[in-house]
């Protein structure tokens, strides 16, 4: 079978395992043994995070495997006293899940342990477990607090008792993001593991670590410091209006490991394994071409199980006139699993480009470029930034030049920003500079293993803009074909080569072209029930010229289906990166390209890309790392698993979404260097390698423009230096503007100018119900048709990749055809439903009716006599809010039947009817599904109408 939902969840239940990070195994703790008696704490045992909330995780699945779900269909023996007690406290207190959208807690309350039962559990069982679990989502971050980014006062309880009464403990981190953990040092469990958000299969992928099925081999993807105000981004987070990028490009380990080294408890690239290895012949070759370097080395399996290694390649570049980090990762490569004794030779291309640094001042000389300054390229392998060895180095006589571009997206407002100063020879210890004067230091302190820094942070002024990207715009101004009237052609006519595109885009009037523009939804009924949007032929008029109507759908974490129909959770993106396997989660995404086919979607919103900057950011756990070059590669990886299927992901959000708090308005005021060479770089890699060809604009601005109205973000960098052709969209109802004005929903004009060719989403496209003034700025002649048009271009150009088109044309392919037999998720738990026997009329129980968050309720209804029935309910809001939405959808038989809704302030029941289809003798099945909490429902009857 070709789309098999079961080896799916096999190679997502790998992808979570492999992703798992060990940071700490005191005396070989791990794996645990066959029969182990465990004692597990913690309400997240049964209250598993497979992923954040918001568009990133709204993914309804007819399964989670909890860790809790796992550990009880294993050997290990689970202490009963302890998981009755939990599932005695948690009746009276049951999960919060919030009332509407992106409310529900982050974290949850926890239960308070005695030391009663702490005592007793300690004397039933061999070892203790710890869950500890963290939401996330759209619209706010976290916080500097206890129950946070801190433990709470319950949990910080919970592990200090458990510590204190076993001598053996575990600690698993069901999170999304990095935490503080100064908690270790101070109880020092046994073992640490950050598990992540591991998607449905998550739990199953824990159980595999945990028993020793699999060598844990993920390694961290962010740096964990000591304290939040050690990240120097931390000073700066969370501002209403502004966030001042000072740190400029020392980000994550660019900055600890060139200043901050004593400040890092776990570096960036830290994980454990099961076993050990040994990595010798290290040695970096130069290409006869000279276009870059090739990194050698043969890994072997020290130890007595098998596992995977990775391997890093960090460059040490001269600091020159620029200032660089100590540090920057350039390549990365894994193994595959070697058993004890096998060994494996890695060989890792690094080109040239990857150790250029981006010059926005000029002091280099080459302003506007990436360069290579004179001087010694040292080249570090590891496993990860601080174990590594120097394997070689390259040196240049003369700078070189990487890439001539030009100025773009230069802040207009003045600020300071971090560059090193070394610190001279008076101020170090004696100790440090004769190392340093052997050669045997790194740039970050006395051995490569750590020691302290020999630079200091100094703030210098960040180099302003002196091209305005307005009349860069109207210097390259597309050439404005009139409107020629209908001529017969239709877009199957361009891409058969009839017809150019330019002819073809002369035929659409004005307001044609303006409604190619205005992307429909969320849940269009012109797409996938339930999808996020459809944009192309949204109305009639685009139908008649053959253009199809795309269908996209959030998200980073599996499709999001608000209509209730299942698809496949993912790990987060976190976890994926944390696997430093491309190969793993290109096979991954596979899958993901099929689910999609199948269900006829042709644009996953997704991967996010966006860095972390902070770990306070509520979206990180969409995201995949501090650093853009993994976060690049792992994308890349992405899109060539949907690319295989003909389908694609868009890469988001394109750029600088560093926090959510105030994300529509806060401005990243940031340096076109720390742009360059960290911000976008893993969209550029996603474009260049992954072949990206659709991405989502951001809702904040970058100095002081809004991205999805940015000439120099969408057509300077992204079109014209990066070479991308594919579409660019709006995150959803997001704002645009001219410079020095505010940010509006309706400013369209300069969006289209910037080529951000599809705003999301409208109402209805055709009745402009956003009120955009799009036309009102065409007349008036600030936007031209000829900027339209190109838009138009780039829409219809993407539309005829898509396989909307070809099943607008009728041309269903063999994929297609097969996917069309391969059951679906929806289908199996249809087959498992509860049976209603209908006499005349029957009664469904309200409590198995399920109304939380993206929750579904399946029913198999069968009738004595075929005819005509109808449901009656009566429903009434039970949140404060009165402005909400609440809804309630009506599946019969794959069909919508009906969608109920109830404003917030609806708190008085309210009677329905719902006509269903006639039922025959076969009967048929009912779905109801929620897509937010707050509604209640009472007496519930399903009837024979009688005529």
Request: aromatic fraction near 10%; glycine fraction near 10%; hydrophobic fraction near 35%.
């Amino acid at each position: 079978m070709l789309y098999d939902i079961r080896k799916y969840a096999q190679t997502a239940r790998k992808a979570a395992a492999e992703g798992i990070v060990m940071l700490r195994n005191f005396e070989g703790l791990l794996p645990l043994g066959e029969g182990s008696r465990i004692a597990v704490f913690g309400r997240n045992q049964y209250n598993y995070y497979k992923s954040g909330t918001g568009s990133g995780g709204l993914v309804n699945t007819a399964y989670v495997v909890g860790i809790r779900d796992a550990m009880e269909k294993s050997s290990f023996i689970l202490n009963q006293t302890v998981g009755k007690a939990y599932e005695e406290w948690l009746e009276e207190h049951p999960y919060d899940k919030g009332k509407g959208w992106g409310n529900e807690p982050w974290v949850q309350e926890e239960m308070p342990l005695s030391d009663e039962l702490v005592s007793l559990a300690a004397r039933e069982s061999d070892v203790a477990i710890i869950v500890i679990g963290r939401s996330a989502g759209e619209d706010h971050d976290n916080e500097a607090k206890p129950g946070s980014y801190l433990l709470a006062e319950l949990e910080e309880q919970m592990v200090s008792k458990v510590c204190g009464a076993f001598e053996k403990t575990i600690v698993l981190l069901n999170v999304g993001n990095i935490i503080d953990m100064k908690w270790v040092e101070k109880y020092q469990p046994s073992a640490v593991l950050y598990v992540w958000q591991g998607g449905q299969e998550g739990g199953n992928g824990v159980l595999d670590v945990l028993c020793g099925a699999l060598s844990p081999s993920g390694r961290l993807t962010d740096t964990i410091a000591y304290d939040i105000e050690d990240y120097p981004s931390t000073k700066n987070f969370g501002d209403e209006r502004e966030n001042c990028y000072e740190e400029d490009i020392y980000v994550g380990y660019r900055y600890f490991e060139t200043f901050a080294k004593d400040k890092v408890m776990y570096p960036f690239g830290f994980g454990l394994s099961y076993t050990t290895f040994d990595c010798i012949n290290k040695r970096i070759e130069e290409e006869r071409d000279g276009d870059g370097f090739t990194a050698c080395c043969t890994v072997i399996n020290t130890g007595k199980a098998a596992g995977k290694e990775t391997i890093m390649v960090f460059c040490e570049p001269p600091q020159g006139r620029l200032g660089k980090p100590a540090r920057v990762l350039v390549g990365f490569a894994k193994t595959k699993e070697l058993l004890p004794g096998e060994k494996e030779e890695l060989s890792i291309r690094i080109p040239k480009y990857n150790l250029a640094s981006y010059d926005d001042s000029g002091v280099t000389g080459y302003r506007s470029c990436y360069v290579l300054e004179a001087g010694e390229y040292k080249f570090w392998m590891g496993t990860d930034v601080r174990s590594g060895e120097y394997a070689g180095s390259t040196y240049y006589q003369d700078l070189l030049v990487a890439e001539r571009l030009q100025e773009a997206l230069a802040p207009t407002k003045a600020f300071g920003r971090m560059r090193p100063e070394m610190i001279p020879p008076e101020g170090m210890e004696q100790e440090t500079l004769e190392l340093r004067k052997a050669g045997r230091t790194d740039a970050g302190g006395k051995t490569a293993d750590g020691g302290t820094s020999y630079y200091r942070p100094v703030i210098e002024d960040t180099p302003l803009r002196t091209v305005n990207p307005m009349e860069r715009r109207n210097q390259n101004l597309p050439e404005t074909v009139p409107y020629k009237g209908d001529m017969g052609y239709c877009l199957p006519d361009v891409e058969a080569g009839t017809v150019s595109m330019e002819e073809f885009l002369s035929q659409l009037t004005d307001e044609e072209l303006v409604w190619l523009t205005r992307g429909e939804g969320m849940n269009s009924p012109k797409t996938t029930p339930g999808t996020g949007g459809a944009f192309g032929g949204v109305t009639e008029e685009l139908l008649k010229y053959g253009i199809p109507i795309g269908c996209c759908s959030d998200g980073p974490s599996g499709i999001r289906l608000d209509c209730g129909n299942l698809a496949f959770s993912m790990p987060n993106g976190t976890c994926l990166a944390c696997t430093f396997n491309e190969q793993l989660c290109e096979e991954l995404y596979q899958w993901e390209g099929l689910e999609l086919r199948k269900n006829k979607v042709d644009n996953l919103l997704g991967p996010g890309l966006n860095i972390h900057r902070n770990p306070l950011n509520g979206r990180n756990f969409e995201y995949f790392s501090e650093d853009p070059f993994i976060s690049g590669k792992m994308a890349a990886a992405q899109l060539k698993g949907l690319h295989k299927y003909g389908v694609t992901g868009t890469i988001k959000h394109f750029a600088c979404n560093s926090q959510e708090t105030h994300r529509n308005e806060v401005n990243a005021l940031v340096s076109e260097r720390a742009l360059r060479e960290v911000y976008l770089k893993g969209f550029e890699i996603a474009v260049r390698e992954g072949g990206a060809y659709s991405v989502m604009s951001s809702y904040n601005p970058v100095n002081g423009i809004w991205t999805s109205s940015n000439y120099d973000l969408l057509t300077t960098i992204l079109r014209k230096e990066w070479g991308f052709t594919g579409i660019v969209m709006t995150d959803w109802w997001a704002k645009g503007n001219e410079e020095g004005e505010e940010g509006s929903r309706r400013n369209m004009a300069p969006m289209i100018r910037a080529q951000n060719d599809l705003y999301m989403v409208a109402a209805d496209a055709k009745s402009n119900s956003n009120k955009d003034n799009l036309m009102e700025k065409l007349e008036e002649g600030s936007l031209t048709r000829g900027e339209l048009a190109r838009v138009a271009d780039n829409i219809c150009q993407y539309l005829m990749t898509a396989p909307s088109y070809w099943r607008m044309k009728g041309l269903e392919s063999d994929l297609d055809k097969e996917l069309e037999k391969c059951p679906s998720p929806e289908e199996e738990m249809i087959q498992q439903a509860k049976e209603i026997e209908v006499n005349q009329q029957a009664e469904i129980r309200p409590e198995e009716i399920r109304l939380g968050d993206g929750e579904a309720s399946y029913f198999r209804i069968l009738v004595k006599e075929k005819g005509d029935y109808q449901l009656e309910m009566y429903c009434r809001s039970a949140v404060e809010n009165d402005v909400v939405q609440l809804a309630l959808s009506i599946w019969q038989d794959h069909q919508l039947i009906q969608t109920l809704s109830l404003a917030g302030a609806a708190r008085s029941w309210t009677r329905f009817q719902v006509e269903l289809n006639p039922i025959g003798k076969d009967g048929c099945s009912l779905k109801f599904f929620s897509r937010q909490s707050g509604m209640e429902i009472k007496d519930i009857k399903i009837a024979r109408i009688k005529h």
